[in-house]
């Protein structure tokens, strides 16, 4: 069935209000992740001013990443009773205080609070509430909506990494995490004022016009979810590839300076990365309404591994330079079709919230990656355990998505 609004505009349209919803989804996603994607850019100012240890300062990321996903589960539930709108308000306003106080930052627990605590709040309100809403605008180009809505997340990092490299060479760290707050700010009055909820239908009207109205609410709440494999397949394979994605996120920048590539270079590694992110995760999508969205997250996770492999390897700058191609390209392939399982798989019933909930399992595997990362750097002088500990977590990822089966028939 094709999904249409009360003015009966088809989805396959570019005058689809879901168009808009995906643009401003976008727009929400590149703001809050661009910022978390730049955090490894200010890693390498924080720890030459201030003298604090990479674990440290992992670990300061390591708290928002656990904290935000629980917070995530809960701006889930929200968005399915309340809408976006509200939410994103929040969550915008929270990445901007946060950026504003942390160039006030002197001591550790201060980075915890302002980082840890106050942004990921804001994140919280951003991913899980996005994602859901351009999921219920769609049906049969919900695959590509959501590839253009997580293109987002690679927008973010292909512009604030480089961009936060160049402002911390030209102004310092503390001024510029004032002027990514401001920009957060101005960038939310758009996003808020345009995205809203997909109208659903009430059973009455779905009896006379089920073939012409907005998709009716169908499929299985989170508890019924929670009761098959499928659920817990989904919940290990997403915590397993962030867990191998993220630890190298946070340390590619600390990795590349060490390696001799000045703070912008490092920073554009970093961009690299996230534009050629935008490529696999729009490629994805599309390619998922097609030939399924299991067949090209297995054969994402296959094309990450490779590289991280090739990182043992990587003596010269110009190979970090390939790497972060490759790498780009295999990390936001399945960064932009995950998000669609739980729709898929479970129906539309309980979509925030379930997503809300897998995304607690991420959080924890982007907890633990950077963290464990940085104490092993601290501890033998290098990042070769980091990469074994990657190469095992995305290997993980690859065994638990064969338990990843229909649940109701509707699974493409």
């Not at 690679?154 to 503390?174: D, H, Q």
Request: glycine share 10%.
């Amino acid at each position: 069935m094709t999904s249409q609004t009360s003015n009966h505009v088809s989805e396959h349209s570019i005058s689809y209000y879901g168009w808009t919803v995906t643009a401003m989804a976008f727009l929400a996603n590149m703001i809050g992740f661009g910022i978390v994607y730049a955090y490894g850019v200010f890693m390498v100012a924080l720890a030459s001013e201030l003298g604090w240890s990479r674990s440290t300062l992992s670990g300061a990321f390591s708290f928002y990443a656990i904290f935000h996903t629980v917070l995530a589960f809960f701006a889930g539930r929200f968005v399915d009773k309340y809408g976006p709108r509200i939410i994103l308000a929040i969550g915008g306003a929270c990445i901007g205080l946060s950026m504003v106080l942390m160039c006030f930052a002197n001591s550790i627990l201060e980075l915890y609070i302002f980082y840890g605590g106050i942004f990921s709040v804001g994140i919280a309100a951003v991913y899980t509430p996005a994602v859901t809403t351009v999921s219920h605008w769609f049906n049969e180009k919900r695959g590509l909506a959501l590839g253009l809505n997580a293109a987002g997340v690679g927008a973010g990092s292909m512009i604030f990494s480089p961009l936060s490299g160049w402002l911390i060479s030209s102004f310092g760290w503390r001024k510029s995490y004032m002027i990514l707050g401001i920009i957060a700010w101005i960038a939310y009055i758009p996003i808020v004022k345009f995205i809203k909820q997909m109208p659903m239908e009430s059973e009455e009207e779905e009896s006379k016009t089920k073939q012409e109205t907005a998709i009716p609410i169908k499929g299985l709440s989170l508890s019924e979810a929670s009761k098959t494999g499928t659920f817990w397949g989904f919940c290990m394979a997403w915590m397993m590839i962030v867990l191998a994605l993220w630890s190298i996120i946070v340390h590619i920048v600390p990795m590349a300076s060490d390696r001799g590539l000045s703070l912008v270079t490092a920073g554009s590694l970093a961009g690299l990365i996230g534009a050629s992110s935008i490529i696999g995760r729009i490629s994805a999508g599309f390619l998922s309404d097609r030939f399924g969205r299991k067949n090209v997250v297995i054969t994402a996770f296959l094309l990450q591994l490779l590289p991280t492999i090739w990182l043992f390897y990587l003596t010269q700058p110009w190979m970090l330079f390939i790497f972060a191609i490759f790498f780009g390209f295999s990390t936001g392939s399945w960064a932009g079709v995950l998000p669609a399982f739980p729709a898929d798989y479970f129906g539309n019933r309980a979509t925030g919230a379930i997503l809300g909930f897998v995304i607690v399992f991420a959080g924890i595997g982007v907890g633990i990656g950077p963290y464990l990362s940085g104490v092993m750097f601290d501890k033998y002088g290098s990042y070769n355990m980091m990469i074994l500990l990657c190469i095992a977590a995305n290997i993980a990822a690859l065994v638990s998505s064969f338990f990843i089966r229909p649940v109701m028939g509707v699974n493409k």
